[in-house]
């Protein structure tokens, strides 16, 4: 049974760095094929890819974010980091990490989501 | 960039009718990287459709998807009162590696 949860603070400061951690099991990043990615969600509005790390570590991300993000993994936890950097009222959002598989390149299971708010 | 339009944005119909959502790529996509998404108020969304036509598991068989090129559609034939919600169409691009989503169309109770 694959599962996933996001953790980190709800409320972060603007300017400050934002860091959220992906839990999951049922599926391990070091099998090859594995990969995870984030994803987030203003309030009222669409999906929004952030960014991707695979079983091989390589990582992928927003090309309008990618100065500001970066995403790591260990594996040992079963365990995905984000950082966002310089954060903004308008990066307030729901955001969730999601498994893919090489290959398929779906989002086939999501965690349910943290509700970060950026605000002074 | 691939830029991914989805219309209606607000579709309004009665349980039992059919629904046709439409996805437009602002240039050519893969078939095979081509995905739809439903998500219900509070909600992750949850993979209804990969490879433009193919259900993921547990995916009743109401819903289909079709298209190729830049233009995809998602049908529910005889919708249920749990399908209304929000759907999403998602495209994967490998140059460089990326996705992009739709800006997603409301399916309302009419």
């Known amino acids: 049974q694959v599962t996933l949860r996001e953790s980190g603070p709800a409320l972060v400061k603007p300017t400050q760095t934002l860091t959220l951690t992906c839990t999951f099991s049922?599926?391990?990043?070091?099998?090859?094929?594995?990969?995870v990615s984030w994803v987030r969600q203003p309030p009222g509005k669409a999906l929004e890819w952030l960014a991707l790390?695979?079983?091989?570590?390589?990582?992928y991300y927003s090309t309008s974010l990618k100065t500001r993000l970066t995403i790591s993994k260990d594996t040992s936890k079963n365990q995905v980091v984000l950082t966002m950097t310089n954060m903004d009222p308008v990066d307030t959002a729901t955001y969730y990490c999601?498994?893919?598989?090489?290959?398929?390149?779906?989002?086939?299971?999501w965690g349910q989501g943290t509700l970060v708010t950026v605000s002074s | 960039e691939i830029v991914l339009t989805q219309s209606p944005g607000t579709l309004s119909l009665s349980p039992g009718e059919r629904a046709t959502l439409s996805c437009r790529a602002s240039?050519?996509?893969?078939?095979?990287?081509l995905a739809w998404y439903q998500q219900k108020p509070g909600q992750a969304p949850r993979l209804l459709i990969y490879?433009?036509?193919s259900r993921a598991t547990g995916i009743p068989d109401r819903f289909s998807g079709s298209g190729s090129g830049t233009d995809f559609t998602l049908t529910i034939s005889r919708l249920e009162p749990e399908d209304f919600a929000v759907y999403y169409c998602?495209?994967?691009?490998?140059?460089?590696?990326?996705?992009?989503f739709g800006q997603g169309t409301k399916l309302e109770i009419k």
């Open positions: 999601a498994r893919v598989i090489y290959g398929d390149y779906v989002l086939d299971y």
């Open positions: 049922g599926f391990s990043l070091s099998t090859s094929g594995m990969c």
């Open positions: 790390i695979d079983w091989d570590d390589d990582k």
């Open positions: 240039q050519s996509v893969s078939s095979s990287y």
């Open positions: 490879g433009a036509s």
């Open positions: 998602q495209q994967y691009g490998s140059s460089p590696p990326a996705y992009t």
